[in-house]
Structures are given as structure tokens and as C-alpha cells.
């Protein structure tokens, strides 16, 4: 009876606040942490946004600010003293639980240098959803000797998200490797026939390895999601 | 030491038979199926690849091979008299096994009656690799109540597989009732600017919601392969 | 409006101003405004437009100039002191009526925070051209419950304004829902795989709710004018 | 229709017959027809449809099969003799009404002889929808005469569907002589850089006339849907 | 004889200054303006290059820069005294000749205000090159009166040069106007689905008018030069 | 004043047979021969128009189909006795007129051996539009000193139609060469990324000959119509 | 061959046969074999220039005719009886020599069963331009240790000509293996988001190994005769 | 360079640095320059992994740092006291060895003076890389009598790298003067339907000269690095 059906999912809790409406449950149903993406969004909306977050004091879910630049990381500050700019990726962190709950090790694989600031993304977002973390940088597929010098590294994951622009090889190479579900991040790292990244992601979606699926192009947020929810099955 | 790295991977097993070779590791490595993609190979060349597959006795792997027709299926059935096809969605299998290795049930959803075959090559990749498998067909989102209408039934999947073609909305709804990973396969369903899947593609890579990674348009198998990957952890 | 200006207006279709044929038969055909699009011209030329558009001082017709800055705007304020200023959307409005023409309500909903500048373009529009305007925030497919809380707005309102980013998904469930027409504003809001906004319009023209029709990407202004153009049948 | 069958229906809103969900409900939300879109489906499932739809013998909807072939039509001639197969469009019509609910008529203009099939789907839509419908065949702009020779016919529509194909221009040109509302349909004729309908896409979207909104390439049935939901405003 | 051609070309005259290799004889065959594209050079190379083409006293061919900024003007101006700088269009001219060499007149319409700097780039360049030049600016499709205003004007041309961005309709209805040849230029005029003149570019090429050829997005300089071209015949 | 202009253009002459307005007057602004487009359009409607438009004995215009196939033929046949099919590029001519109106000679280039089909489809036009025509077949420029043989013959023509596929580079070449206009004629020649066409069609928008303007791809007929208009003037 | 009869070739660089110029002189400059490509020309053609081609018995040249098919193969076989037709890749060959004048090996690698039609054109074109070829079948990244088993063939290659279809991500990984350069040729093979080969082709331009380049989808010619080309230096 | 030096370093394949681990193995391989690819990397990141290239005394590779500024280029300085910005092409050249390895001479060709920093990328990569170089700049093929003129210089070249922007059509011209393989560079230069390179590339794709291949847009460096690969054959 979808009537019913209605009536039970609008007694499910979010916060109006004009412009947003915050959606706690969000965090319940889909992780251990509330997240902002930051992109699109005044540094004011963010900063109320967290403040009505962090606000139940008593809450063990960590905060996670994506695409944020100095001055939203100011406006944020100003709310919550305990922020903390990762420049390079862009995230804001806010840690209110240590907590481990993930089962295994979420290992972020990434291809090169410019690749770094997506796994930085993805690294971060998967620490504050309360899983164990492991990295793997510059090992691009036309030197494969740096990956499979690391090939104990892969099979010790229970998760792995690979970063990779320019062909996006790397989760071909990788997923081969292991027989764990492998998150592939396209990059918009490169230049001319990469487009952006969607030489990468189009690779990625080619893989002929069959453990591996796609996020959206520099999405190391997601993959990182992703990851935590399969690591807590 | 590289140099090592290669002599161990040197002596994993594969049998060369000219114009392919035959990775038994990889059903070892990657599911307990050993898989053909039939597309693009002659049937003869598909015959000769199963009947390597089939030939130890003793082995429980299922075989399963995608993208056949009926001529296809005329050859294998030549070397295999228990092949069995699957006409809507070009599936040929050859069980060997009953056995149940995936700890919870995959979910196969569609959208649209045209989504139907690539979701039956889901739900057969995902029983030959060993799992429990449920449906839920034609609950598409501009009639959201038919949806709603089976919340129980997506609350009690381990990993969704979701396939829609146009425009790809099912995921972003789907993962936003559940907390489970949601594979989304579009399909190349629709007219106009769905070209040929791209418009549910696309959609799927921005879906809204954190738990949906993407496979390639039509790759019920894919997706398939990655539920049963989670759903072994 | 009396009918002898309306008389004078239709034998004097347009003037000619050099740069520009200021169409003020455009306004009696098309709307109970006169609008400049801000993009692409200079503050002097649209200031100028504005200058003829408001010398009847007996007209009616409210002025709008879309997508403008705060440069167009200080020209546009010197010759007309009360412009007033949206800064989110960039839509400059002078009223002369407060005149309600459409006979329902038209309701602009949208998916995100980052959505909002078009959702406020498509609201300011429609109130210029006379009708009662409605709005819905924040509404995103993936928490599909808090717009299933508001089903009363969606079902009270004569035409629906839908305006979304990312997947795009939102109109196909809100068509669903309603059965009055909706025009779809696709955004570009978002990043990667979103194309700038291709893949919510794709999404869009795609979607399996027969009663969603489709304006370009950002046009909150030309969804208004459709919505208004029929909320006056 | 009596408020009571329509109460029955509300509360059993849709049929499950295995690969469809047949939802009866939607005629009611949308309009007076019930429809099955052909392409993909099998003769056999499109029959089994139309006789779950024509079942209710007191019923009043029309039924309307899109995108048929003759396969489909023998198979639907079987379960409803008064099937009507439209060749050229590709519909099938089940007339079991001839009531006029819409207020005004939809003009159907379209801008040369080969979008002729999709203006004939649009017009077929709109009458089984309970419309008065005219048409306006051949009158593409670059001769414009044509067109201006019939501005009459133009003034007198409530609503304008508008079918073109290559530059996609007619839509603009006809926007910009009414003030109704215009649905533009892309079709896919033409050759080279039409891009099987992008191009005249591309166009409408683009339209300058603020009246103007689009549905999908070739999708006569859904600008005739949207029609005929404004018809009933 | 191949080697023989190779020869006779040999002694066409250039100058090599280096980085270029200046082509006074390109002037002679096909114009009598000689052009530098300013885009993608330094204003010391501009510069250098007008240098070289001033050098004959005794020229008669006018100098024309497009696509100059006042950077380039700046240094331009050092070595020609009488360079004027155009600021809509980015066009530097240096006239050296008044004499009219085409037979007719060519005419320059375009759609909307925006397209103005284009429109201007088209009239300098076939002033330059010696021909009688009129204007039409803003007669976009959707106010269709406004061009047939002006049909008098349209039938007096013997070339006509028609820009516009958007949907790129007006050289259809144009060319349906008249019979002598339309040089059609996309502008990258528009927003959103307009892909920075792609949309135009589409329009044009799948024009319904016999008589439009179509040069690149935004190059009203290359549409002035085939018109001219074709007005000296 | 529009509506005296509206007055003017409704006495233009054209019939209306139900699915086509045959336009006559277009044959004489345009032209002199009168053209049906064939695809698209059933064998019976193409012949009913070359009925009506060789109905009128004493008419001395040619009538040409293109884009026809056999059976369209047999049908034209039956209408028309002296109807000739050219199988290569699939016109239909029916010549009236002997009569040379064009000043010079149209020149057809092709470059490779397969871009014929478009070349023959614009030398018939040619001379069915009354021109005088030659044709330079096979030099593409991979092997240029094969074009530069036969440099007397580019520069005797007075407009020249260039036809090449694959990556276009023939128009700049000749237009290098001559000083008359280029009309540019993609092919949908090659293969891979070709793509049906694009890469030619994007090369020669991007000419850096001035004196070349670009038609559709496979646009045999419209670059032959432009050259035509050109030769008369 | 004798240098006289080279002479009198570089005399009459091509023999006009009317649709197509023979280049006897391109054999010469570019490589030992003469060539036809089949696509896009009736087989009479094909067979008119092979029986040219052939005409000097003295000549040494292997002659090849690529994208062929029986009907081609028919028509040539009547003019020359030593014509062998190689199914799988479409290829006819007419060897008149087997001198080998490559100064090393030509490896060509391929990525999966379906990439072998290319493959086999690349063998066959550049065995009958006078090179000694090896080749690696079936190697696909997602199976690494396939490669690896491989490395001292790819060792001993000279020149490596790398066909791969789906991600294209091969050539990185032979490219990083290998000091000598890797001609990457992009297959059609796949579905879905590898758009005939373009994933392929984008996966390989964006390649991180500096010695790979690229030719067109599925141009295993084109691959053979530049792999052929270097090998003679 | 001394056997041990070699030996040692092939057991020591890469230093990790953390952020990268720098390939002393891939001079080795692949040519004889370490490089580092600036874009997407912080001047401290360049300058770090520069002081670890440098800081073998006795080594003779030289040091590229590529897409550089003059930020890295400070940084770089510090680290090297004889590093070299060339500010063209954006390429930072510290040499240590004047050695000449390759056999024969490498011509970089451009076609436009807006190719040149593309084509002096090229040029310092080749020298560095132990090449002698030779170069002819602006040679488009619009003015083919300027390439003609150098005929002698293409014959005298080893292997020739071609760089082109527009339409891409000098590779097919060169590419059939000559014998030897042509490395062809699409650039970004261009406006409009050039689309940043792709017209260009798209061009080189389907060259039909057959010793043509092609490397990414703007990829001067690759290009270099393949052309050199081939010069120590």
C-alpha cells in the first residue's frame, strides 16, 4: 500500500533550515559521519550547515566538508574549532569518534603524482567513516614492477579504491591482481585527449577485469562511501 | 624485486589453446565460475574455450557464457549436452554446482520491461557464481508507489544490482531507501537522447546517492561479478 | 492595460535603438513583462534597453534583466532607481504590478542547495509575469522522503517548475506524483560526468513521466515563461 | 467516470503480471488513455498487456501501442479486434471513447514531409487523450510563406506541438507568432551533422522564443501527452 | 610533370622572418587585404609581421589583425602610425586603400546583439577587402517581423553574410528570402546546451535552404573573405 | 509594417498535395531545376510530386531526385518516362532543359575513390541547375604532386566543389591553389574515428584557406546548389 | 628490383584508369607492397586496379587488398589466380615476393580472442611488405601474468605494433616493458561505453609510457606499414 | 655510460620519495633523459624529484622538466644551478651531456606560428635526448609552395615530427613526400569547431598517407620521445 508506505517515510528525521534540509538519518542509514559537499555552496550555507551538526553534542558522527577552499575552511572554523583543512584534497575534517567499524583494510591505489589530491579525498572520507586505511602511491601501469613490488599490500585489502587518470589502466591491472571488489576513480588529471577524465573513467567502465566498477570523475568522496559500505557487510 | 614479482606470476595457470588462453585461475581468483564473452568470437572459437572448461570432471565450477545466440549455443551444446540458453538475454549455462558461497542475497531491480534481458544476465551470472538471488522488475520512478510498495524486499538484500536504462533515476532512489551497495547497470533501453544508453550512464555516475558505483551500459554480467565478489567478503 | 496602448504598441512593433530592436509587442504576445538578457551585452547597452523599455511611465509591464552583474546592475539603477538586485540568481527586477494574471499556483521545486540560483531565476520570473509563485528546496531524489512529506505542495500547484543538476532524476518523480505539466530546468551544477549539466538535461528528456517537457540547461527564466504562458489558459 | 471506480482503482493501483506492472492509476493521474510503449517488448508481452487493459469492458480509456510493427499488431488484433494499426507512425489505437475533455484544440505543425510519422503519433496521442486536433504539414522556414499563409490556424490552438527535423528551427519561428504554449519535437530525419535529431535537439533547446519547451528526439507521443495535460488545465 | 609544378610554386613569392613565413602573394590571389590572426601570438610577433607588410610604401592592400587585444594594438600602433583598433570585435584595420573593388554589396545580418563583435569582424574584413558593406542587426527568428521588415534590404545584396548564435535559424529563413549565396556563421553566442556555438554550427549545416555554406564558429573574418571572394566574380 | 510583408510573401505560389506544399517558386528563386529530397519519403509520395511538378508541359526545368533508391525509381518512372537513374549516387534526373545559365565552369574535386558517389551526386546538380561542369577525381593529398598536375584545370574554373572524406585536408589544399570559393563536401568515407564523417567536417570548418566555406555531410547537392547560385551572379 | 624499372616508375608517378589514379610510385617511396583498401568500392574497381597493379610480371611487389569480402575476392581472383583470401581480417594477398628487407621483427601483441581480426591484418600487411613478424595473442592487462610469461619475445621485437580493444590499456603496459616503439592500434571490440573503439583510442593517445603512438581504430594496416617503415631504417 | 653504473641501477629500479617513485630504470629503457612532468605538480614536488635526478654526479642523462612556469622554475633553480627555462614552451632543460646517440637527424615541421611552443617542445626534447634536430616552422598546407620550397630538408630527416593545430592536414602532406616515419602532433590551437585539438587530431587519425601516426594533443614531448626511440634503432 504505497499510502502507507508514504506515511512511514515521512516520519524519517531531517532538519529544515530554509535552503537545506539536513538529513541526519542520512548518516544512520549510510555511514558514521555527515558530509557537505562544499562546491556550488556559500561559505555561510556550509558554516550553518556543519553548526547545525555539530550541535547534538553528544553525536560520535565525524563531519566531512568536500570541494572546500580557505574561506569556507574560515567560515567553518568560526563554528566548529576542532576543523581541520586538508589543502590538498580540499576536505574539512571534524573527528568526534575514532571508532573502527569497518571489518578490513580499504586500500587506496593511485596511479600518479597529480592523482594524489582524489586519493587524498577518498583516503580521508574513508578514515571518517571509521575504517582502517591503507596507501599506495605512483605506481602507474607502464612501470608495473612498482605496483607488483607491492602486490602484498593488494591482497591484504578487503577493499581497494584505485585513483588513476590519463588511460586508467591502473584497476585492469589491479583488479587482476586480487579477487576483492576493487572502486575505480577516474581523475580529470591529464591533458588534451584525456578530456578531462573521461578517457580514464571510460577506460575504467572497459575494464576487462571483472571485480572492478566506476564513480564519477574525481569523485574520491564516493568511492570512499562505497568502500566503507561494503566494508562494514 | 620486480624480477620476482614476475616469476611468481609466471607460474600461475593458463592453458594456451592458439587463439586464447584458458584461465582456470581466474575462476579461482575471481568466483566460482568460469566465464566466456561470446561476442566477437566465432562459435567454433566458443566451443573450443568451453569444451577446455568442461573437460576436467571433476571440477564444480559452473561455465557460463554471455553475448551468445543461437548458433553459439548450437556449438557449445555439441560439447556440452546439459547447456542450457536463456534466449531474452543470450545466456548460455552449464551448471555443476548448486552450492550457495555468497553470505547474503543479491537483488536484481529494473526499471522497464525493456530493462528485463540485461537483468536476467544478472540474476544468472549472480545463482552460477554461487549466490541467492531475488528480483523486483518494472518498478520504474515515475511511479515511485510500485517501488515503495517492496521496501522490505530491498532491505533484505546484502548488494542490489540495479539496472534502467532512459534516464538511469532508479539507483539514486534505490540507494537512498537502503545503506547495502547498489550496482547500477544502465541499458541501452530507449530512443533519441538516450543514446543508446549514454543518458542512463551519465545519470548514474552523478546519482545523489553515496552507495552507487557504475558498471558499462548493458553489463549485467559485470555487475553480477562485482555483487558476488561483495557478496563472498 | 488600457486598449488604446495596447492598439499604439501593435502598429509600433518595435524600435529600433541601433544595437538592439526593443520588441515591445513581445511583452502583449508573450507576458506582462519586458525582458533583457544581460549576458553578452554591456552594461551601457542594457541599461539603454531598459531606458525605452521604462519611458511609458504608464505601462504596466514589469522589467526584468537576466543573468546581470553588479556592474549591469549599477548602470541599470541609474536609470531606474527602484532595480532592485538578486544577487544569487543575478536577475535584476523593476516592478510596476503587482497584478496576479495566472489563474493557479506555480511551484518551483528543486534538488539541491547548488540549485538554488536557477530555482530563484525561475521564481523571480514567474512572480514578475504575474503569477502566484510556490517553492520546494532541497529535494533530492536520494532522500526521496522529504519530498513525499510535501506531496500537498506538489498536488495544490497548476504548473510545476523542476529544477535539478547531476542525474536529473527529480522530474521523472515528480511527474510521477502530479498530474498538471512540469517543465524540467536541467543545471550545471555538479562536476566530472555532469557535463556542465548534459547529463541532468539528458536525464530529463529521457524521463519515463509522460507529462515533463524540458527547457535548456540553467534556463530557470524560459521555464518560467512556458509555466506563465500556461498558467494564463 | 464514476468517483467510485475511480476509488477502486486507487487502491489497487497497479496489476503485477510478472514482467510488467500494469498501473491502471496512471490513466487516471495523466489522462484519459492507457498506453504500452512497443519497442522492445515482444508481441507476446505487448498483447498480454492491452488485455489486462482492455479487460475492464465498462472502462472508457482508450488504448493507445506506440512504437509497434505489424508482429505486434496481429498479436494485439487477437486480444482486442478493434485494434487500428497506424502504419506510417507505428501506433496502434483501441478507440472505446470519443469524448472531448481537453478545452481547446492542439495544433500539431509540422516542418517537412519525413517528420510526417512522428507529427502522426503526436496527433493520434492527442485525440485518443480525448483532444480536438489540427495539423499543419509541410512548413518548413525556408519557405517561410508557407507557414505565415496559415497564421489563422496558428492563433486559433490552445496548445502547438511541433515536429521538425534537421536545423530544428520551425519551433523558434512559430514561438515567436503565438502566445501558447509550443512543445518542440527533434525528430531524426535528416543526414551528416543532424546526428540522428541532436542537431534539431540542440536547436529547440536553444529556442529564442521564450514559449518554447522540448521533449525528446522523434517523441510525438510524450509533446502530445504534455499537450494534452495543458489542454486539460 | 610533378617536379615541374614543384618548380613553378618554388618561385611564388614569401618572406621568411623566422618564426613566419609572410605570404605576400596569398594577398594577391585571394583579396586585397593582407591579414595576421592575432590569436596565439605574441604582440611583438604581430607586431614584426605588420612591420613587414607595411614595408612597401607603394602597397596598396589594406593591413587588417584580428582577434588583437589592446596589448597587441600597443605594439602595432608602434610600427603603423594609423592603425585603429576596433574594441567589439578585437579587429586592428590599417587602410591603405579606399578603392571598391567588389561588384556588389555584401550584406551582414545577424540575430541577436551578442553576435554584434562577430558581425563587426565580418564588415571590417570585407570593407578591408574592398567591398560595399551594409548592416542588419537584430532580427532574430522568434520576432520574425522585424527581418521581413527588412526584406528590401535582403533582395539588394548580391552576398549575404548572416550571424547568429543560439539555435542558428536565421540563414534558413534568410536564405529562403533570397537567392543569392549566404555565408552562415555560428556564433558562440548562448548558454547551457548551446556547447559554445556547436548548437548554431549543427543548425546551419542541416539548413533547409539550398543556398547556405557555413564557415567555423565566431569566424565572421573567414565568412567576409569568401564573400568577398564570391563578390569579385 | 509585418503584416503588408505577411500580404506580400502569402501570394507566393505553392500547391498544396495534402503531405507536401510543392514549392514552385523555389525552383525559380533558387534555381532552375526543381528538387525532390528522396529519403525519408515513401516510392508513391515522391512520384506524386514529380507528377505535379512535370505536370506543366511547357516548363523548362529540370527535375531532379536525389537520395533515391530503385525503387523509388520505378515509381518515378511510371510518372515520368524519361527519368534516368544514376546508380552510384542514387539521383534521379528528368532533363527539360539543355540551357546553360551558369557564367563559368563548376569544377567537382574528390580525393579518393569512394567519395565519388557524393562528387557525382554534385556534378549532376550542376548540370541539371544549368551549369557547365568538370570533374578531377582520386587526388587526395597524400600523393600531391597527383593534384598539382592538374593545377590549369583549378584555375579555370570559376567555383569549385571539393569533396573528401577521412581527414579533409583536400579543400585547403585547393583553396591554397585558387582564388575562386571552395565549397567544401565532407564524406562519411573511412572508418573508426572518422566518425560517419566528423573528422572531415571538422577539418575543413577548420581551413585555414580563406577562400573555403563547408556544406553537411554527404552533402553532394547542396554544395553543387551553392555553387550554382554563385555562377549565376 | 632492377634500378631501371625503378627509374621508369619515378617517371610516370601514377596511371590514370578514370575512377582512380595508380600509384606505382607511392610502392616505391612507402614500402614493398602495393594496396588496395577494399571499403567503399565495388569489386569490379578493386579487381580493375589489382589487375593494374599486376600488370608488370617483372615487379616484385607483394600486392594486398584490405577490407575485403568474398564478393572482392571473387572479382579479384578472376584477374589474378595466386589471390588468397584471409577470412577472419578480410585481407587478400597476392604474394609475388618473399624477400625480407625489415631489418628486425615486427611483434604484433593483442589484447583479447576479438581483437584478432586486426591482428591478422596488421601479420599479413607487414609479412608482405618484406618484414619478419612475430606474434602474442590473447594477453589481456587483466591478466598480467599472461604477459609477463611473454616478456622475452617482447624483448626481441624491433618494432611492436600493440591491438587492443575495450580499455586500450596494453600498450602502456607493453610500452613500460619495452625500449623500442609500440605502435598502438585501437580495436572496435567491446559495447556499451567503448563506443566502437573510442574508449580504446582515448585510453591509448593519454598513454604514460613515452614510446607508444597511435594510428586509427582498427587500422591494423596502417600500424603494419608504419611498424614496416621503421623497421627499414 | 660504464656497464656497473648501468647494473646498479637496474637493481635499484626506483627511489621512493613518498609523494613519487622516481624511475632512474625508465632513463635506462627508454632513452637518455630523466623527466619530469610539471603540470598537476607542486614547485616543491618538481624540485624535490628534480634534487634526486641530480644528484648522481658522475650521471650524463640531462634533466627535462616539462610544462613548467616560472614558479617551478625558481624552485628548479635552487635545486640545479644550471637549469635552463625556455618560456615558449614552458620547458625547464638542465644538460649534462652533449652526446649525439641517435643516427640520424629528427625534423620537427610546424604549420602555424601558434604551434611553435608545441614544436620547441619537441625540438629541446630530442636534443636532450641525444638527437641532432632540424626544424621548419610555418608551412601550412594553405601555401603548400612554402613546404615545397624545403622539400630537400624533409628528404634528409630520419624520422619527422609534424605538429599542426586547425585542421591537421600537414602530417598527409609530409607524410606523402617522404619515406620515413611521421610522429604527427595535433595542438589546442584554434578556436571554435576546432575543439582545443580534437579537429586536428581527428585529422591526423584518418590521415591517408600510411607512415603517419599520431600522439596526444600538444604532446611535443611524446612525440619526441617516440621519435628518438626510433632514431637508435
Chains 1, 2, 3, 4, 5, 6, 7, 8 share one sequence.
Do not use: W
Not at 528525521?13 to 542509514?29: L, Q, T
Not at 558554516?47 to 565525524?62: D, F, G, L, P
Amino acid at each position: 500500500m504505497p499510502e502507507a508506505a508514504f506515511e512511514r517515510l515521512k516520519h524519517l528525521p531531517f532538519e529544515d533550515i530554509g535552503f537545506a534540509k539536513v538529513d541526519h538519518h542520512r548518516a544512520i542509514r549510510q555511514g558514521y559521519a555527515e558530509v557537505v559537499f562544499g562546491k556550488g555552496k556559500t561559505p555561510a550555507q556550509v558554516a550553518e550547515i556543519v553548526r547545525v551538526m555539530v550541535r547534538y553534542k553528544a553525536s560520535r558522527h565525524n563531519v566531512l566538508v568536500t570541494r572546500a577552499d580557505t574561506k569556507i575552511f574560515a567560515a567553518v572554523k568560526r563554528v566548529s574549532g576542532n576543523a581541520k583543512f586538508h589543502a590538498l584534497s580540499g576536505v574539512i575534517t571534524i573527528e568526534r569518534s575514532k571508532e573502527i567499524s569497518g571489518k578490513g583494510t580499504i586500500l587506496v591505489v593511485s596511479a600518479g603524482t597529480s592523482d594524489i589530491p582524489v586519493a587524498e579525498e577518498a583516503l580521508l572520507t574513508a578514515r571518517a567513516m571509521g575504517n582502517r586505511v591503507e596507501h599506495l602511491f605512483d605506481v602507474g601501469v607502464a612501470g608495473i614492477h612498482r605496483l607488483l613490488e607491492h602486490r602484498m599490500k593488494l591482497t591484504e585489502a578487503r577493499v581497494i579504491v584505485c585513483v588513476a587518470g590519463m588511460e586508467g589502466a591502473l584497476p585492469s591491472v589491479v583488479g587482476g591482481l586480487v579477487s576483492v571488489p576493487v572502486i575505480a576513480v577516474p581523475t580529470s588529471t591529464g591533458y588534451g585527449a584525456s578530456f578531462d577524465g573521461v578517457a580514464a573513467l571510460l577506460g575504467m567502465l572497459n575494464s576487462c577485469a571483472s571485480n572492478v566498477t566506476v564513480v564519477n570523475i574525481d569523485n574520491g568522496f564516493g568511492a570512499a562511501c562505497v568502500a566503507s559500505c561494503i566494508n562494514r557487510l
